[in-house]
């Protein structure tokens, strides 16, 4: 595989400050959101799922909406989510790039493509269901004009010291690239040719974090003993193809 790296980042892109709240801050950071849309600003709060769920005990898009329009009742709140027909969609993010619309509450379909400079803001609830990778994507909505952007993540408990100890990662970089190597750390690569998306791969030799430069190179040799015998003439080539084979 060819490893493909863009450091350059977006010329007038301004760091995003991120934090990680318990539950017994929500009223605090509710307090700062209204402060920020009094002056103007607005905010993206994203859930996990679009309805409640039997299977999963968390608040949903639709029920956060609901106790969102009480707690800000003197702001506009509007939703977005995935079973909304194309055209309401529409309407809702021409609503909230006007400003119309000071809250957004929505799932994960604003994780890309979306630019609304005016927000600054981004609650994640449930912040344990998501990705690192997914949830760095996510930030990128905020801090995308002259306003700093806020980051805030609550977690589905308090008490999962492992699964929150991912979310604190996000506190410490805004570096993506560091954050999809502690993802892989944390969960692990999983199987290269199969189903499984975390836990160990059945490497016996390499760690695919701590040899990633080793693999690197590697790779360069064998494209070197390519590109100077594409076909693999002779004895030595013939043996090491009838190993692999036997192997």
């Not at 801050?25 to 103007?40: A, D, P």
């Not at 905010?43 to 609901?66: F, N, Q, R």
């Not at 100890?165 to 969960?187: H, I, K, P, S």
Request: with cysteine.
């Amino acid at each position: 595989l060819n490893l493909v790296t863009i450091l350059a980042k977006p010329s007038n892109r301004k760091p995003v400050k991120t934090y990680w709240f318990t539950e017994e801050k929500r009223n605090s950071v509710y307090h700062s959101m209204k402060k920020y849309l009094v002056q103007g600003r607005q905010v993206y709060v994203i859930y996990p799922t679009i309805e409640d769920s039997e299977k999963i005990d968390i608040e949903s898009c639709l029920e956060g909406y609901e106790n969102l329009k009480q707690v800000f009742n003197e702001f506009k709140v509007g939703i977005l989510h995935g079973k909304m027909k194309i055209e309401d969609k529409d309407r809702v993010m021409y609503s909230f790039k006007k400003n119309e619309i000071q809250i957004l509450v929505t799932t994960t379909v604003v994780e890309v493509g979306v630019d609304v400079p005016n927000a600054t803001i981004l609650v994640i609830e449930n912040a344990d269901r998501f990705g690192l990778s997914q949830l760095h994507q996510l930030r990128g909505r905020v801090s995308r004009g002259v306003h700093p952007g806020y980051f805030c993540m609550f977690p589905t408990n308090d008490s999962l010291v492992e699964e929150n100890a991912r979310l604190r990662a996000l506190t410490t970089t805004n570096d993506g690239f560091a954050l999809a190597e502690m993802d892989l750390q944390m969960r692990g690569p999983g199987n290269l040719l199969g189903t499984q998306q975390h836990g160990l791969p059945k490497l016996k030799i390499a760690d695919l974090v701590r040899d990633s430069d080793i693999i690197a190179t590697l790779r360069q040799e064998a494209q070197n003993i390519i590109d100077a015998n594409p076909n693999l003439e002779g004895d030595e080539w013939k043996r090491l193809a009838n190993q692999l084979k036997t192997r």
